[in-house]
């Protein structure tokens, strides 16, 4: 087997010193009393890829081989001394690698269920656990080392769409060229192929199928009654999930998307507190997931709400593919989407110079190029601070006068001074163009009614929202934007996140009259929880 670039777990910087911790006695005094001692020659695979499970293990003499079966290399050795595990052991992920003992290997197993118990309950085992999976898990993404490989092209929808939701979901993976997949991979279709391990081949899946495939689809076996349904892994919802599994509540989180909603496309949100040098939005999502899933919340993504019933005190939540999950109350957190422009030729080039979030991976196709932003709040500004590191020039166009009435003003302050980035007031984009399959221009008519054409790689459209309510027609009251009433003047007896239908609770920028902000959101989902607790007392 190949090696890729000889890393083993001696840590040679400050993530990888977090990653292969030192571990002191107390550490595996604890781990020991669950653990059994167990026996691997060389050669022997401790774990396969595509695993639904997989045991924490212990190496005290000998190594392990971390092995991508894609290309047969050595993505990392385990010495003795450390532990073989990674996120996805926490977060129900199946395996990306596959565990192979390069030497003989005396090891220390504990069964999954088990650490995952002992991180929620011991802080001396999660205390250094769950720092050291979320530190690999970002080794990874910075390796661009997964099991997981996407081969198609860029300038595909079908293609920037599994990207996003990997990369949205913090997933490794890395992505190839047409052409560069071995023969006994490559199909006959024209979409992008997704290969896991050395065999497994999908031809053109969508999101929900691949998740399925990596073992996220945790609604399929979701048989059971659960205490709180939160629909939606935004800030709110995750929020919700934490504080509600934490006191001990069962919780199931469905998200449509990808965790973190809206937030989760943010570049860098630099008012959130606790961060001062500022936050991705993915990166602020995928730690809340962790600690929902470090106290046994459960996420599944991506998986859509289409329905909601009351039947005997119980609530049937219908998802996207007539699947039902039951439970003993709700909390709504689906926040908004940005608005749709009615724009003639705008979803031609969705996904193909037309998009909605500003990341890593929507930068690389305005890199050296002008781009152009629609809105004027804090995201459309976060979004053309982060674009203009990759652009020639960033456009942001508004309706209004300035920026001062909607931004945050650190933020409208950046952007005045930022020669990179030109402010048009007074405008608004009326037509885009392009060949077909990528954007090229976009056609921009000010207050005067003078027009202008703008020679742009990527439109990134962050203006007005709406909420995705509509399958909440007739159970619960809404105003006319789709947002949900709550309060106490909603019904007698009704708390401030109470919607008109008892045991079902709105939280965050889907509550009418909530405060569109990230902090906001996470104060209210975290508030709820006690709301639910009196709830579930009443009925009980």
Not at 60 to 82: F, K, P, Y
Not at 162 to 171: N, P, Q, Y
Not at 493 to 520: I, N
Request: charged content about 25%; hydrophobic content about 40%.
């Amino acid at each position: 087997m190949s090696s890729s670039g000889n890393r083993t777990s001696t840590p040679k910087s400050d993530l990888e010193r977090i990653a292969w911790p030192r571990l002191d006695e107390a550490f595996l005094e604890e781990l020991f009393r669950h653990a059994e001692r167990r026996r691997f020659e060389a050669g022997d695979v401790l774990f396969e890829v595509g695993a639904a499970a997989y045991d924490f293990v212990y190496v005290e003499t000998g190594s392990v081989d971390i092995v991508d079966r894609a290309s047969g290399s050595v993505v990392l050795r385990i010495d003795q001394g450390n532990f073989v595990g990674e996120l996805g052991m926490l977060m129900g992920q199946g395996t990306f690698f596959a565990g192979v003992a390069g030497a003989a290997v005396q090891a220390r197993v504990v069964p999954a269920p088990v650490l995952r118990d002992l991180v929620a309950r011991v802080p001396v085992i999660g205390d250094v656990v769950v720092p050291a999976f979320i530190a690999r898990r970002r080794l990874l993404l910075e390796w661009r080392e997964g099991g997981l490989v996407v081969s198609g092209p860029l300038q595909d929808r079908r293609t920037v769409r599994l990207l996003a939701f990997l990369e949205r979901g913090r997933i490794p993976h890395r992505w190839v060229e047409p052409g560069a997949l071995p023969a006994e991979h490559v199909r006959g279709g024209d979409g992008p192929v997704v290969v896991l391990g050395a065999s497994v081949v999908l031809d053109d899946p969508s999101p929900h199928q691949l998740a399925r495939a990596l073992g996220l689809d945790l609604a399929a076996d979701a048989d059971g009654i659960f205490d709180v349904l939160v629909v939606g892994a935004g800030p709110a919802g995750l929020a919700a999930s934490v504080y509600a599994a934490s006191e001990g509540l069962s919780v199931l989180a469905v998200e449509d998307t990808a965790i973190g909603g809206q937030a989760g496309t943010s570049s860098r949100i630099e008012n959130y507190l606790g961060f001062p040098t500022g936050v991705s939005g993915a990166e602020l999502a995928h730690r809340g997931a962790v600690q929902a899933f470090k106290f046994g919340a459960r996420i599944t993504v991506p998986r859509r709400a289409t329905g909601l019933k009351c039947r005997d005190g119980e609530f049937q939540l219908a998802l996207d593919d007539e699947r039902c999950v039951r439970g003993r109350s709700v909390v709504l957190a689906t926040g908004l989407q940005y608005r749709r422009l009615p724009i003639d030729g705008l979803g031609t080039y969705e996904g193909q110079g037309v998009y909605y979030a500003a990341t890593d991976l929507e930068a690389r196709f305005c890199t050296g190029r002008e781009a152009v932003v629609i809105g004027g709040g804090n995201s459309a500004g976060q979004a053309a601070m982060f674009l203009s590191r990759y652009a020639s020039r960033v456009h942001i166009v508004v309706r209004g006068p300035g920026l001062s009435a909607t931004m945050s003003s650190y933020l409208s302050r950046r952007i005045e001074r930022d020669e990179r980035v030109e402010l048009h007031t007074h405008s608004e984009v009326v037509a885009v163009h392009g060949d077909g399959s990528m954007l090229s221009r976009v056609t921009m008519r000010d207050g005067s009614g003078s027009v202008t054409d703008l020679e742009a790689s990527a439109l990134f459209v962050m203006i007005g929202a709406r909420a995705s309510t509509d399958w909440l027609e007739g159970l619960v009251e809404r105003d006319d934007y789709g947002l949900i009433h709550t309060g106490p003047g909603i019904r007698e007896g009704a708390g401030e996140y109470d919607t008109s239908l008892p045991g079902v609770f709105a939280v965050g920028d889907v509550r009418a009259g909530s405060v569109k902000r990230v902090a906001s959101a996470v104060g209210e989902g975290s508030v709820v929880v006690s709301s639910i607790h009196r709830y579930l007392q009443r009925t009980e």
